[in-house]
């Protein structure tokens, strides 16, 4: 299992960006896959998570302050899943990762399969 995260960059604030999770090695329709982002001195903390197609649950959860502003969803056709990322804001600036498991757990840590991080930068 393997994942890997792109698209990270400087954006200028109230801009979209668009973040890619691909999977390899696996069919990522099969798992939840979480997208997370950590600013400089603060923990990890989670941004959206979308069930695996199976569960038929669809998106699980939005941290609050990204809700309506950013949108999570799968492309099949890449075998991966997409952080969408609209009206961004300084405070949006993190590494952002992506992470696999069978559910969307509400901590962290109980992902089991996590990508390399793709760094963006909201700032004029």
């Known amino acids: 299992v393997q994942l890997q995260a792109s698209g990270g960059g400087l954006v200028q604030p109230g801009g979209s960006h668009r973040l890619s999770c691909a999977a390899s090695?696996?069919?990522?329709?099969?798992?939840?896959i979480g997208w997370f982002r950590q600013a400089p001195g603060k923990p990890r903390e989670g941004v959206s998570c979308?069930?695996?197609?199976?569960?038929?649950?669809?998106?699980?959860w939005y941290e609050p302050s990204v809700k309506g502003r950013f949108t999570i969803s799968r492309d099949n056709a890449k075998n991966a899943v997409t952080l969408q990322m609209n009206s961004l804001k300084p405070e949006d600036t993190a590494v952002y990762y992506c992470?696999?498991?069978?559910?969307?757990?509400?901590?962290?840590?109980?992902?089991?399969?996590w990508g390399q991080g793709t760094l963006v930068t909201v700032s004029s």
């Open positions: 992470a696999a498991d069978s559910i969307c757990y509400s901590d962290p840590t109980s992902f089991g399969y």
């Open positions: 090695g696996f069919s990522s329709d099969d798992y939840a």
């Open positions: 979308i069930s695996s197609v199976s569960s038929r649950i669809g998106v699980t």
